[in-house]
């Protein structure tokens, strides 16, 4: 069993940056699909990104193609989301989450473990 521990948020203004790490342990994150979900206020947790074990593909919400970028460091254990050009609406906690499978799906309960969260600001 993976546990993970989400870092990286607080507050920037509109068009800055923030990148998002997700440190693993009890296991390798090369054994697991990550994906990146994010749930604002009085919303429903969505989907962000998600990166296959196997091959390293990628896949995005629409709403952060082109600003998102998903990637993982096996060595370190540790899986990031590096995000450019923020804008308020991007404002959320965000989670990481990890499977067992090659899939990447977007819906929550595809995944089997999840990190506590790590909040993000972002003012306009």
């Known amino acids: 069993q993976v546990q993970l521990v989400e870092s990286g948020g607080g507050s920037v203004q509109a068009g800055g940056s923030l990148r998002l790490s997700c440190s693993a342990s009890?296991?390798?994150?090369?054994?697991?699909?990550m994906g990146w979900f994010r749930q604002a206020p009085g919303r429903e947790r969505e989907f962000v990104a998600a990166i296959r074990k196997s091959d390293g593909h990628t896949s995005y919400a629409d709403f952060v193609k082109g600003r998102f970028t998903i990637s993982r460091d096996n060595a370190k254990n540790t899986l990031y989301l590096q995000m450019n050009s923020l804008k308020p609406e991007d404002t959320a906690i965000y989670y990481c989450a990890a499977r067992v499978g090659l899939r990447l799906p977007t819906v929550d309960n595809e995944y089997n473990y999840w990190g506590q969260g790590t909040k993000v600001t972002v003012s306009s």
């Open positions: 009890g296991r390798t994150i090369s054994s697991y699909t």
